[in-house]
């Protein structure tokens, strides 16, 4: 079993900056293939970015490529998301989620552990 803790979430103006952490008690942390995915109210599950077991390859959906960066530290077992240039349409709840033994995939039914989510709230 494997929780995942977010944290980071908060209210900011358009164009500014947040950086989220996920936490995660897996003692085999770098096994794992990480993601963040979204949601917005009304909305379905969005992805937003995946990170290989070793951080060394990465796939960003388009509507955040050039904006979010993904990262990993196999030591802290922790992944972040640092967003820039946000945008109202950013406004969701964040989840962290984990696939073990995968490659990076978009797709939310391939993770095996989520966490409880995030807000980022993104104000024009």
């Known amino acids: 079993q494997v929780q995942l803790v977010e944290s980071g979430g908060g209210l900011v103006q358009a164009g500014g900056s947040l950086r989220l952490s996920c936490a995660a008690s897996?003692?085999?942390?770098?096994?794992?293939?990480m993601a963040w995915f979204r949601q917005a109210p009304g909305k379905e599950r969005e992805f937003v970015v995946a990170?290989?077991?070793?951080?060394?390859?990465?796939y960003y959906a388009d509507s955040v490529k050039g904006r979010f960066t993904i990262s990993r530290d196999n030591v802290k077992n922790t992944v972040y998301l640092q967003m820039n240039s946000l945008k109202p349409e950013d406004t969701a709840v964040y989840y962290c989620a984990a696939a073990y033994g995968a490659a990076m995939t978009p797709y939310w039914n391939e993770y095996d552990y989520w966490g409880q989510g995030t807000q980022v709230t993104v104000s024009s």
């Open positions: 897996a003692r085999t942390f770098n096994n794992y293939a």
């Open positions: 990170i290989s077991w070793s951080g060394g390859n990465t």
